[in-house]
């Protein structure tokens, strides 16, 4: 079975670094594509950065870009999220996900329907 499990989560100042990690196992690593998703209270869901594990194409919203670094070491099964210049509005509970093989685009990699779900990470930032 597909498991997806978060890692890396914590406090940090406006300004700090976290770096979360999602484990994969069960599947084919390097067919899938893996996302990283956040959602604060009362928000809706964000798509925050995806990867296609078999080429390295990337995607990453708009509100993130510059500072944010997805990354997949497909020797460990494992996506990284690279966090840097955190902001108070990064705060969120943080989810990596994962959707089955196909033919992905670099820019819908995180508006496909995703199949399967870590539990999560919570990344909290003080101003």
């Known amino acids: 079975e597909v498991q997806l499990q978060a890692y890396g989560g914590g406090l940090v100042q406006a300004g700090g670094f976290l770096r979360l990690s999602c484990a994969a196992s069960g599947f084919t690593f390097d067919d899938y594509a893996i996302g990283w998703f956040r959602q604060a209270p009362g928000k809706e869901r964000e798509g925050v950065s995806c990867?296609?594990?078999?080429?390295?194409?990337?995607y990453y919203a708009d509100s993130v870009k510059g500072r944010f670094t997805i990354s997949s070491d497909n020797s460990k099964n494992t996506v990284y999220l690279q966090m840097n210049s955190l902001k108070p509005e990064d705060t969120a509970a943080y989810y990596c996900?994962?959707?089955?093989?196909?033919?992905?685009?670099?820019?819908?990699?995180?508006?496909?329907?995703?199949?399967?779900w870590g539990q999560g990470t919570q990344v909290t930032v003080s101003s």
């Open positions: 996900a994962a959707v089955g093989p196909r033919v992905f685009y670099s820019d819908y990699l995180c508006r496909y329907e995703y199949d399967y």
């Open positions: 990867i296609s594990t078999s080429d390295g194409d990337t």
